[in-house]
């Protein structure tokens, strides 16, 4: 009984909520000219059949959908990047405008582009340090989801520490020579393009004798071979660069300046990990738990007190999260770049999925372990789970995440750091 009144006023309550009210209140005009724009360029009966909450004819649409033409459009609409410039592909729109035009995507759950690392981590970056060339070429076919993005950082021997990376690039004229290696890199089997980090000068620190680079992943000398992870798909990569030449023109940054660069590209990744990023996909991980207390009530499971009691703590670390990120959104209003407080987000939003997903086997039941082959729930669920054990490692381990909570937030000493002022080309590794 007590966690059900508890659940009540959270949901009655819903603080979130009210603030998400006041930003459409303040730009409803704007809700409605995108709900218009819906209406008429979404399949006919689509917003209204959501209005009637009639979800098995919008998930039938959804399938009939075709998604390369769909994404396409929204970008060109200005809707996927709504805060980008109007002339690189956006609609030019405040932080808080584009919380709306979010919102109003969610609501008619709209299909969006899966090119998460171009649009939330390759856009800001480019925005932020590119040339106006660069700018004008990659903005808008990234928005508009025809040109995928990866990111190549990690290597077999630099995670954490992604500073002392070892892929080197070799000045030649107005090109660069690339050999070397990178992991994981998410996409790297269908990107067009990757934001890549390599040493143009081993006798600087780790940190200082870095560029950083947007490489073609169809270039002569790019190798991508994929990884199986325990989901059963291959959404990452090991990618081999041999003898691979760069344009000078496609480097973002001074020559060494390529830490500054990635330090961008890396607060991005954690904010739109976190589910923080205006831009960022809907319900990145941890958004659907109205929808799984919805589940326990349909099968039963609502009625165990101690798996309700979990429900219902998740339904208030789900607003405490929603919160946050607002605030987030707040900061990012003023004009403030992402910074380390996306740690704070993307620490708690991973770990706070992975144990969403474990509750979630729970209610499921009998189902997590054995499900018919016509049962999309189930299998959508327990992939879910499978994959929310890589939250707590990808965009930085949770480790990392406090360390950086620690030091740049907190203010607490630094680690001590013996190798700072060492030439990369005499550190161990
Ligand atoms: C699903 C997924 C997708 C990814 N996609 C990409 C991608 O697209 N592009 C890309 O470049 N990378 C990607 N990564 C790589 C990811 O950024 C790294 O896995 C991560 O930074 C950790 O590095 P590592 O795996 O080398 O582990 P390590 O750095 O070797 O860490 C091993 C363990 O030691 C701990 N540790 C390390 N250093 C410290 C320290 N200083 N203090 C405390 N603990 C520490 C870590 O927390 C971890 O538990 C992806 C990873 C995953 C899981």
Not at 141 to 166: K, N
Not at 387 to 401: D, K, L, P, Q
Request: hydrophobic content about 40%; proline content about 5%.
């Amino acid at each position: 009984m007590r966690s059900t009144t508890i659940l009540i006023m959270v949901m009655t309550e819903q603080p979130s909520d009210s603030s998400m009210d006041s930003i459409a209140a303040m730009d409803s005009g704007l809700a409605t000219r995108v709900t218009e724009w819906l209406k008429e360029n979404l399949p006919a009966g689509w917003v209204e059949a959501v209005d009637a909450g009639d979800t098995e004819k919008v998930n039938l649409m959804r399938l009939a959908l075709p998604y390369e033409e769909w994404c396409e459009k929204l970008g060109k609409a200005g809707w996927a990047t709504a805060t980008w410039p109007v002339e690189y592909g956006g609609a030019g729109l405040e932080p808080a405008q584009a919380k709306v035009v979010n919102e109003v995507l969610n609501r008619y759950k709209v299909p969006r582009s899966f090119n998460v690392l171009g649009i939330g981590m390759a856009g800001p970056t480019l925005l932020q340090w590119g040339t106006e060339e660069q700018k004008k070429r990659f903005l808008p076919p990234m928005a508009q989801h025809r040109e995928i993005w990866c990111q190549m950082f990690s290597e077999p021997g630099a995670g954490s520490d992604v500073a002392s990376l070892a892929t080197r690039a070799m000045r030649d004229g107005d090109e660069w020579v690339v050999n070397g290696q990178k992991v994981w890199t998410t996409l790297g089997h269908i990107a067009h393009y990757g934001m890549l980090v390599a040493r143009t000068d081993p006798d600087l620190p780790k940190h200082k004798g870095l560029s950083y680079f947007l490489l073609d992943m169809h270039a002569p000398g790019v190798e991508v071979r994929p990884l199986v992870q325990m989901t059963g798909e291959a959404e990452f990569n090991e990618v081999f660069f041999n003898d691979v030449r760069i344009p000078d023109s496609m480097r973002v940054g001074a020559v060494g300046e390529g830490w500054a660069v990635a330090t961008t590209t890396l607060m991005n990744e954690r904010v739109a990990l976190s589910g923080a990023g205006s831009e960022g996909m809907a319900n990145v991980g941890g958004g659907p738990v109205d929808a799984l207390v919805a589940l326990a009530v349909k099968n039963g499971a609502w009625g165990e007190p101690v798996l309700r009691n979990k429900l219902v703590q998740l339904v208030i670390e789900g607003r405490i999260v929603k919160i946050t990120n607002l605030r987030a959104a707040a900061r990012r209003k003023q004009g403030k770049p992402a910074g380390p407080e996306g740690s704070i987000t993307k620490l708690f939003q991973a770990e706070y999925n992975q144990r969403l997903q474990s509750v979630a086997m729970e209610v499921l039941g009998c189902r997590a372990m054995a499900w018919d082959e016509t049962d999309l729930e189930a299998a959508s669920m327990v992939r879910g789970f499978l994959r929310s054990r890589a939250n707590t490692i990808e965009g930085g381990t949770s480790e990392i995440m406090r360390n950086i909570l620690g030091e740049r937030v907190l203010g607490l000493p630094k680690e001590p750091s013996v190798d700072k002022d060492v030439p990369w080309s005499e550190l161990r590794r």
